[in-house]
């Protein structure tokens, strides 16, 4: 039977009441304390203390103070007005009863309201995080696009600008090729000026100078053609035409059997391929292809980002549900994530698509299963 404590005192004040209970070697650990808006209980063995307030206060910013063999109450009232006694009089026991069982289910539904607002807290939190790690995923990637773009334009400059310096000093050659063969074709015209000159002296010495010039000059000018440079050829394209091929390697170096399976498996892939689904309208070309979504939910799994690894497993499954490795990587997530019932739904599809026996073993033992077939 518990000692009910009866020699408390109390003080208030218009906004508060202040209430001291001497408990003979009461402590934190010992003491329980219970509080609502009409009803205030402390249990601490062998000791029990109770009142029933005389108007509600703010349980919320109440606080209570332990030490020295006292618990010290600082209670904040809810309305500011005089008390005239602290706890309610003429209340039988049946009264007494029923304010305890409304105070207890008043303070659980303060509790559950709690809970609520906390997992929605935490709900949200974790979308701002989603939301956030896109945002980080979609700069770098703009970023890393900005710069492919910004290379690409930088290095056509510079093409640019060599394939003009080329083309000047080309035309510069020409000039000077063109300037040296008017220099040449000026002294020929002198020489042979100079030859009929001295063919006027005398007839017969006339003719030998004069056959003897001719011989020289055609000489003279038959060494100039050998000692002239030739013309520039003229510019042109050869065309080059190579066998269409899909794989980079030469046909010499490549596997035409497994080439062949391979391109058959994409041609099914596509034909598999959803392409109804309205988010693909604000994705690119290669983020619409699924072995892209695997790759990069592998790239978030490493990371340790599950859930962003399971949006690009779903996408890449809506687009093509028919790869089994999709459906084992998203069970990996759903385990991260202790989802362990999703794990197993998982884990039978890919069993199914693969078209083998499923037997009811641990979802754990399944997925090593799972990995050693596919050789992760």
């Not at 010992?30 to 062998?46: G, H, I, R, S």
């Not at 020929?188 to 020289?216: Q, Y």
């Amino acid at each position: 039977m518990p000692l009910q404590v009866s020699d408390y005192s109390w003080q208030q004040t218009r906004t508060a009441v202040f209430i001291s209970v001497p408990l003979r070697g009461v402590s934190v650990r010992d003491a329980d304390v219970f509080c609502t808006e009409n009803y205030l209980k402390v249990n601490c063995p062998p000791f029990l203390f109770e009142v029933f307030l005389y108007a509600p206060i703010d349980d919320e910013s109440s606080k209570a103070k332990i030490g020295n063999d006292t618990i010290v109450f600082t209670l904040h009232k809810k309305e500011a007005a005089m008390w005239e006694t602290l706890s309610l009089s003429g209340v039988d026991k049946e009264m007494m009863q029923r304010i305890r069982e409304k105070s207890i289910l008043q303070a659980q539904k303060s509790a559950k309201e709690a809970m609520e607002a906390k997992a929605s807290a935490r709900r949200e939190d974790q979308k701002y995080t989603l939301n956030v790690m896109m945002k980080i995923e979609e700069e770098e990637r703009k970023r890393i696009e900005d710069m492919k773009e910004n290379e690409r334009i930088k290095a056509t400059k510079e093409l640019e600008t060599w394939k003009e310096h080329q083309r000047k000093a080309e035309e510069h050659k020409i000039v000077q090729r063109e300037e040296k063969l008017y220099q040449q074709e000026k002294q020929i015209e002198e020489e042979r000026k100079k030859l009929k000159h001295k063919g006027l002296t005398r007839n017969s010495v006339s003719r030998n100078l004069a056959t003897k010039g001719r011989n020289s000059e055609i000489i003279f000018f038959e060494k100039l053609k050998e000692d002239s440079i030739p013309a520039p050829r003229s510019v042109g394209n050869i065309k080059i035409n190579f066998t269409p091929r899909v794989f980079p390697t030469a046909l010499r170096e490549s596997q035409v059997a497994a080439e062949e399976e391979w391109l058959h498996k994409q041609a099914e892939a596509r034909r598999a391929m959803n392409t109804d689904i309205p988010e693909l309208c604000d994705l690119k070309e290669e983020e619409k292809n699924p072995e892209w979504l695997k790759d990069k939910g592998n790239k978030l799994f490493a990371t340790e980002n599950y859930l962003a690894a399971i949006n690009a497993y779903n996408l890449a499954i809506r687009l093509n549900n028919k790869i089994p490795l999709l459906y084992l990587n998203r069970a990996a997530c759903h385990l991260k994530l202790k989802n362990l019932h999703k794990a197993i739904e998982d884990s039978s599809k890919a069993y199914r698509i693969m078209k083998l026996p499923l037997r009811l073993i641990h979802p754990t033992k399944l997925y090593k299963m799972m990995l050693r077939r596919f050789g992760i």
